[in-house]
């Protein structure tokens, strides 16, 4: 196959995306406007799903040789009432580990791999796509591309007008700070703290620190972000709740822009993957297992069709992979995003325990 293909966005979803092309013999150029390594708000659990997405690029290995030890454990703790699940498998890696390690090994089998490179489109159509690159050192040019993968995140990307928003993003703000440690966490264990307020997650990461990454709900009918001190305030509460001795700072706090979304995901010669399409909520590392799905199934997408009507057939094929492998997430975040119903959790967990720790089996399935 001859077509040139641009990825923006190195992230897991772009990076698979590349990989994948690659691997076919497929002309690829990977964009990413910061230099690596790099840290992230969140997305540090993989979870069985994920790695044997990796499996189909060949970088589960990669990835599973940096953690010491995989995880073994989930629990969930609304107020006093906590529940623990065994989990199937996964391992938790930073960010900045993680994504360094797969863009080197992108670069290592011969993907263009340009860091430091703003990407901004400047028009698409059924032909080509437009874009002009720049570099840190103001250096600027015009490229015209086959196909365009748009893996840009929560950031957006700037294209809402050839891939508008279906649902705007809204709802509650992703937060995560990085901790030095933690007593109440315990190793090889994803700790979920739920409140009115939202929720809470924490792992201990390969180098032993702690990553904390929240999503903190707005008060009703308030459509503005929250302010720093009101996030951490919020967070605290949760903590608190739970009667944990961590406390966080607003300092401290990365912010994401609202996490709730869904966009168009192709137009002409231009498609959207991983979080740049929509949102997973990331219970055991789902969110990561949906960007690495995605820019696999939407490189095989233009493998296997070309590049004539790729909006179409990714579209199709988006779809079909969020009605097999989102649902019980969409139930999940439902559960925790509403406080009447979070605070029926801890009564829930108690009577049917059964169904929390068969819902993490069920999320955690290859």
Request: proline residues 4%; positive net charge.
């Amino acid at each position: 196959m001859t077509a040139n293909v641009l990825v923006i966005g190195a992230g897991p979803a772009g990076v698979s995306a590349a990989m994948r092309l690659q691997a076919c013999g497929v002309s690829v150029t990977l964009v990413d406007r910061s230099e690596f390594p790099r840290d992230k708000v969140c997305g540090c659990c993989l979870n069985l799903s994920a790695l044997a997405s990796l499996s189909r690029i060949q970088c589960d290995s990669l990835v599973a040789d940096l953690v010491p030890k995989n995880l073994r454990y989930w629990s969930l703790q609304h107020g006093s009432r906590r529940i623990a699940a065994e989990l199937p498998g996964g391992i938790a890696l930073s960010r900045r580990a993680m994504d360094a390690a797969l863009v080197a090994q992108a670069a290592a089998r011969g993907v263009d791999f340009r860091s430091a490179c703003d990407a901004k489109i400047i028009s698409v159509d059924d032909k080509s796509v437009c874009v002009e690159l720049r570099t840190r050192n103001l250096r600027c040019n015009q490229v015209l591309c086959d196909v365009v993968v748009l893996a840009t995140g929560l950031s957006g990307g700037g294209v809402s007008q050839w891939l508008p928003w279906e649902q705007s993003p809204t709802g509650p703000i992703g937060v995560g700070t990085n901790l030095t440690e933690c007593a109440e966490v315990k190793p090889q264990t994803i700790h979920m703290l739920s409140g009115d307020d939202g929720y809470v997650g924490l792992v201990q990461l390969e180098d032993q620190s702690i990553d904390l990454a929240a999503a903190v709900r707005r008060p009703r009918g308030d459509n503005d972000s929250l302010n720093r001190q009101s996030i951490a305030n919020r967070i605290n509460a949760i903590l608190a709740a739970a009667s944990w001795s961590l406390r966080v700072s607003e300092q401290s706090l990365r912010m994401t822009p609202p996490l709730t979304r869904r966009r168009r995901v192709g137009y002409g010669r231009l498609i959207a993957i991983g979080d740049a399409a929509r949102y997973v909520e990331p219970f055991t590392g789902e969110g990561m297992a949906w960007a690495i799905e995605s820019g696999i199934e939407a490189a095989d997408c233009i493998v296997n069709f070309g590049v004539d009507e790729i909006a179409a057939h990714w579209t199709r094929q988006s779809r079909l992979l969020q009605r097999q492998r989102q649902w019980v997430c969409r139930a999940m975040s439902f559960a925790l995003s509403s406080p009447a119903v979070s605070r029926m959790l801890g009564p829930a967990m108690q009577i049917a325990p059964w169904a929390v720790k068969r819902t993490i089996h069920r999320i955690n399935s290859r």
